[in-house]
């Protein structure tokens, strides 16, 4: 077959794919009915009427979200200091409708792993093995990365700055990402680090990064001589008793009451367990298991009166820096609506998570709902004991202080204005999609409402200087993301934030992503290279 019949007839598929996803969307499970109900529940005996009454109000209103927000399972958790108050499973693991959501149903945890991996890494410090403030060359000597404002910045990053978000690295690597998941092991994943460029100098500021915290987790693996599934069991989820959570890809494959997560007319989506996201989204985990971790956290790293991890370790990781912004190590730390609260959240791969506890009251919760199409927010239900006066403040806590001091980003008019030499990057790109099989891209594509329009990046002139568009594929999916360019090297182009823009070739990429130039409007979709 010569080259011309090749790519006509990859054009050809990508067509045909466009048409079976939109005949999907109508013929899809987004018309289904879902009738979810209580399916498993405890309450711990001897609560007062008023704490009942409100658990009882989220008994009813629940299932009525659910169905609304079709919805197939949810499984939460209320915890104080001596553990479970009230946990509940509503509703079914998947569209079939068979098997019932129970509080031992394993979820994917999403963001919510970055909060174990943490606790995981500082429980290395603790034995020793693992330094926070030491460069994390000394344990990886190979690490290099790219840096327009600094030289050697490999020999600056820590394991604070890759759990604090502060180190600059980038959110995502070259090799095994949200597009091209089956693309590379951990190592060759970590690896990749080295043909990406940071976005700010280290430790100036916070920016979210996944690879920082896969990172982490390789160099826990080399130091540990443990693969880190095995060490998290060990250290976590064997003291903590949480034998419904694991990082174990056999495990949870084979696990008989596993979740699969949903998205807007996609019946079920692939199991996502063969991504090289060690450290950053990982785990999977049931309400029971989550309810312990809280637990942990509001008794100071104890767990039945043993310490686990030692209670400074623990204020390290509670505790924001200035430049972190209202993230400490693995738990955000957030002010809403004159409450204090800590935890960590967590969506994508059809799940929506969400672990949260409040210190002042020494309560919290736990939420895992297998499908992205929530769109009611819940209330907490510790909002509404605090708000009838059934829990009790801690007057004697002090919440953590310290002002953060954010650094903007480069000023966008002070950028080069447009070159004619940037006309030859003017133009569509599209995203290389490796590692996906056909019904797979399919179904990502629909439930990400990846369209034409979203499946591909644009470079364009406009007001006299040089921009990208295009839209993110993950949580923040149809959001805008590009802005003004900025020519670092010839075709090496940053935006304000520090997102880079690699038209150098031979491998192009937007934000580490791989990219090919459009010949035309009949190549705008994605490309199953």
Known sequence: MNNTSYHIRKERTAQLIVVFAILLVFLGPGC????PKLQDEYIRPGLSPGMCSVFDKYRKYIPKIMAEDKVPGLSLALVDRDGILWAG????????????????TMFAICSISKTITATAVMIAVQDGLLELDVPIIEYWPQFTVNSRFEENPQKKITLRHLLSHTSGIARDAPVGNAREPSYGTLEEHVLSVSDTW?????????????????IAVYILEVQSSQPFAQYVEDKIFAPLNMPNCSVDPEFIRNHPNRAVGHMSHVKQLPLWINVPYGGSGSVYADAKGMAKVVQFFLNGGKVDGRAILDERLITSMLTPSIRSKDYGLGVHALHVNGNYWLGHGGGGVGFITGMYWFPEYGFGSVL?????????SFNSVITDLIDENLVQKDESFETPSGEY??????????????????KKYVGTYKY????????TIVNIALAMGLTARNLHVKVFEEDGYLYVDSFVLG??????????LDEYLPGLFFTPSGKCLDLRGPTLTWQNYRIKKVNNDNDRNFDLN
């Not at 289904?32 to 009738?35: A, K, Q, V």
Request: proline fraction near 5%; charge should be negative; avoid cysteine.
């Open 475 to 484: 949580n923040d999916a149809g959001d805008f993301d590009g802005g003004r």
């Open 368 to 376: 895992l709902v297998n499908s992205e199409t929530l769109e009611h």
């Open 89 to 104: 499973g509503f509703g079914y693991t998947d569209y079939d409708l068979k098997t019932p959501v129970t509080t031992d």
């Open 405 to 422: 001091q954010a650094l903007q980003p480069s000023d966008p008019d002070a950028f080069t204005r447009f070159k004619p030499a940037w």
């Open 432 to 439: 290389l999609m490796s590692g996906w099989k056909f019904d």
């Open 32 to 35: 289904n009915t879902i009738s």
């Open 198 to 214: 940071l976005r700010h100098k280290v430790g100036e500021r916070y920016s979210y990064s996944n690879l920082g915290y896969d």
